[in-house]
């Protein structure tokens, strides 16, 4: 009697009733949140790996069949898209979608954007005003061999962005991915520019209505470096990269931010001395006989080690994207001998096969992201690889190529050779789809959060300890918003960076 009356095991019982509550509220809630990106799984290609995929013919505009008509080269073997498969593809459809493997599929409904509609287009990519005489490459979106790709939602996507802060650090490929979300997200709300260094290479915009700021960072190899070029790429001495040291303008505004898109690339590729300990090791193309040749393999995988390193060892933990490379498309010739890149639709899985320098980096990243995502899930790092490459090598028909220029035809010396952008996207263009994929990969890590909601909520029940909750200030030091919006950026843009003999 005594014991039934006590109000201790009455208050515990309660108690756990209102955590089983709390409980399936937030899991109703997640589920709900989840389930609105997978109900789209299409049953056809679940566990279908080696059937036929997607007869994309049939949903054809007529202009468009007439381009993929041409019959695709034999099955090359020894196709590094085979290892890829062996790599990722093993994961049972059922459980798990690559969302990296796919094909690109007619889009009828064609950009979300467009140079009339987005103000922010840099001029360099923007293939529509520059007089890009074919349209067909916007009528397409990435479609994942065993789910479905949502397209990018704007408005979802700031609400799950509100009081948060993303940033893109890497190279200009990062700057093309960056233009082409401000776009998308300026169909809710305008960006505005908070912040831009001398050169525009650094850049923050916020969005004032959902308390969301963008960075991009320029930080071409991550680590530190000292580079003896103008803005016009002209060397006077070779790069010194110091392999063993990061670029403190990532690092040292890392603690800030949320949210990190981060990306080695191109710049690897050109001439430099590498450093560790302060210490000459090497170089990359020095010609001189007395240092050793170590190539750009080497200090790619270096960097990337030192750069995955921080962010495993991190105190704090954003969530991090790392980004694999970004392909180029240059025919007949290299960006400075005379290629081009003039085809008007995507390749299909098997018709290309990927350029063996992006071979190379593309391995080291994904090596370098395997051993740090080993230290990443033991020290409770977010951490993902944003495996665009594949979905990237077969988009030929998505870059500048000659409509880099405004009108380029229209000059008077209609013989002289025009450089191509094989290697930045135009926008709208294909890299758009890497939002729709960088989407959905935040939607998954959503469900991950609400989880981990729920078990710290949970403890501070447990505590009694409510309301201790840090709110984080990014404390950014933006400075007064720029009078020079649309302001024509410099030639700092520059479209081929690796040049690897040194000028
Ligand atoms: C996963 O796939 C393998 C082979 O692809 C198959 O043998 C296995 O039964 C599948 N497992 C499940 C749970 O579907
Ligand atoms: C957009 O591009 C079209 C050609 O595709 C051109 O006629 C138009 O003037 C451009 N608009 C702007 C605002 O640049
Ligand atoms: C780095 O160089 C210093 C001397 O400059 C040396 O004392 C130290 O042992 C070196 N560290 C490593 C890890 O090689
Ligand atoms: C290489 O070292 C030798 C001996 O120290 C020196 O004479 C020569 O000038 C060096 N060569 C270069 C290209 O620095
Ligand atoms: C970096 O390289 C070292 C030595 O090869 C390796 O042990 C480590 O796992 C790599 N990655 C990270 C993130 O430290
Ligand atoms: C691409 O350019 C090359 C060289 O100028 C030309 O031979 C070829 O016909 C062009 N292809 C297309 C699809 O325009
Ligand atoms: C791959 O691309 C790089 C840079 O454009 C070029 O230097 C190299 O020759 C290409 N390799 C192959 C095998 O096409």
Redesign the pocket.
């Known amino acids: 009697m005594k014991q039934f009356n006590n109000s201790v095991p009455r208050n515990t019982f309660s108690s756990i009733f209102v955590k089983f509550a709390v409980c399936f509220l937030f899991l109703g809630l997640a589920y709900r949140l989840f389930s609105s990106s997978l109900v789209q799984f299409s049953p056809v290609f679940v566990a279908n790996n080696d059937g036929p995929r997607l007869d994309v013919d049939k949903t054809l505009p007529p202009q468009v069949v007439a381009a993929v008509a041409e019959p695709p080269p034999p099955e090359i073997s020894g196709d590094p898209f085979v290892n890829l498969d062996d790599h990722h593809i093993s994961e049972n459809a059922t459980e798990k979608c690559n969302l990296f493997i796919g094909d690109w599929i007619p889009d009828p409904n064609g950009p979300r954007y467009?140079?009339?509609t987005c103000q922010t287009i840099e001029s360099p990519q923007?293939c529509?005003?520059n007089?890009?005489p074919d349209?067909d490459y916007v009528y397409w979106r990435w479609k994942p061999r065993d789910c479905n790709l949502p397209k990018f939602d704007p408005k979802k996507f700031l609400k799950i962005m509100r009081h948060k802060s993303l940033a893109f650090i890497g190279d200009s490929i990062m700057r093309n991915h960056v233009q082409s979300l401000l776009c998308m997200l300026s169909e809710v709300e305008q960006a505005v520019d908070v912040y831009h260094d001398e050169a525009y290479k650094n850049r923050r915009w916020s969005f004032p209505s959902h308390h969301f700021t963008v960075s991009l960072v320029w930080s071409p190899y991550l680590t530190k470096a000292h580079t003896f070029e103008d803005d016009n790429g002209v060397s006077t001495g070779l790069t010194q990269l110091h392999l063993d040291k990061l670029d403190t303008i990532w690092t040292k505004q890392y603690e800030n931010l949320d949210y990190v898109i981060i990306a080695g690339g191109k710049w690897f590729l050109k001439s430099a001395l590498y450093y560790e300990n302060n210490t000459l090791m090497g170089c990359h193309n020095c010609h001189n006989p007395n240092i050793t040749q170590l190539g750009f393999k080497y200090a790619y995988r270096k960097a990337l080690n030192s750069t995955l390193k921080f962010i495993t060892g991190s105190k704090h933990k954003p969530f991090v994207l790392f980004r694999s490379t970004a392909p180029d498309h240059f025919e007949n010739g290299e960006w400075n001998t005379g290629g081009y890149c003039n085809r008007t639709s995507p390749f299909k899985t098997g018709e290309i096969e990927i350029n063996d320098t992006d071979e190379i980096m593309r391995r080291a990243e994904l090596e370098e992201f395997e051993k740090a995502e080993a230290i990443g899930s033991v020290n409770g790092v977010k951490m993902k690889l944003f495996d665009t490459t594949f979905v990237s090598l077969l988009r030929p028909d998505g870059h500048p190529g000659v409509y880099r220029q405004f009108h380029p035809y229209d000059r008077k010396d209609k013989n002289a050779k025009i450089q191509n952008d094989c290697l930045h996207w135009c926008l709208p263009g294909p890299i758009d789809s890497w939002n729709d994929l960088m989407m959905e990969m935040l939607i998954k890590d959503l469900f991950f959060i609400l989880y981990l909601a729920l078990s710290v909520l949970l403890i501070i029940r447990d505590d009694n300890e409510a309301g201790r909750a840090v709110v984080k200030d990014p404390a950014h030091t933006a400075r007064a918003p720029s009078q020079v919006e649309g302001v024509v950026l410099a030639s700092f843009d520059l479209p081929y960076p690796y040049v690897t003999n040194p000028a």
């Open positions: 467009t140079n009339s923007n529509m005003k007089g890009r349209f």
